[in-house]
T-cell receptor
Framework: NAGVTQTPKFQVLKTGQSMTLQCAQD?????MSWYRQDPGMGLRLIHY???????DQGEVPNGYNVSRSTTEDFPLRLLSAAPSQTSVYFC??????????????FGPGTRLTVL | DAKTTQPPSMDCAEGRAANLPCNHS???????VYWYRQIHSQGPQYIIH???NNETNEMASLIITEDRKSSTLILPHATLRDTAVYYC?????????????FGAGTQVVVTP
């Protein structure tokens, strides 16, 4: 199993540009989520999904959109990038059954810089 | 969800046990204690979790006090690869499920 994969690894955007961060998992996990981590801080939840077609907002959803058309993929879209979105983005997945929700597998991260 | 308090940093000698404390004095009866770690620049990694009883797996042991107001993660024989930020997270069993809240954690440095 490849686990949780994220692309790209690094990205530089100009203010106002749009882009999609890709996340895929091959573990048949129902639950997927996106976090951002700013320098020297812990991770904060952006959006999450408990299955295909179902998404919901986390702690810091503004400026980001998500959709979940398949179990495997959970892309994160930045419609109009802002410097405040400069961060490291992590995707995670887990089984959606009781305590397994919180035994999450994280991807390697995408390092995004917005100029 | 209950807040957690961890020391900002600690050092440990290679081969010795590392004991990482976490205070969660406001924890309620249906809240679990989870531990994750994040090695530099990588995604966090799940370590272990527990509710009331002590737990052990291939990575670590988790000791929860009887009143559940604090816990200790034990890395039995620390290696240089255990250098990481360790996060203690408390979660309820209802709609907080899956919504991990990471604090600042404890930076553990294992030295030769």
């Amino acid at each position: 199993n490849a686990g949780v994969t994220q692309t790209p690894k690094f990205q530089v955007l100009k203010t106002g540009q749009s882009m999609t961060l890709q996340c895929a998992q091959d573990m048949n996990h129902e639950y997927m989520s996106w976090y951002r981590q700013d320098p020297g801080m812990g991770l904060r939840l952006i959006h999450y999904s408990v299955g295909a077609g179902i998404t919901d907002q986390g702690e810091v959803p503004n400026g980001y959109n998500v959709s979940r058309s398949t179990t495997e993929d959970f892309p994160l879209r930045l419609l109009s990038a802002a410097p405040s979105q400069t961060s490291v983005y992590f995707c995670a997945s887990s089984y959606s059954s009781g305590e397994a929700y919180n035994e999450q597998f994280f991807g390697p991260g995408t390092r995004l810089t917005v100029l | 969800d209950a807040k957690t308090t961890q020391p900002p940093s600690m050092d440990c000698a290679e081969g010795r046990a590392a004991n990482l404390p976490c205070n969660h004095s406001t924890i309620s009866g249906n809240e679990y204690v989870y531990w994750y770690r994040q090695i530099h620049s990588q995604g966090p990694q799940y370590i272990i979790h527990g509710l009331k009883n002590n737990e052990t797996n291939e990575m670590a042991s988790l000791i929860i006090t009887e009143d559940r107001k604090s816990s200790t993660l034990i890395l039995p024989h620390a290696t240089l690869r255990d250098t990481a930020v360790y996060y203690c997270i408390v979660l309820m069993t209802t709609d907080s499920w899956g919504k991990l809240q990471f604090g600042a954690g404890t930076q553990v440095v294992v030295t030769p």
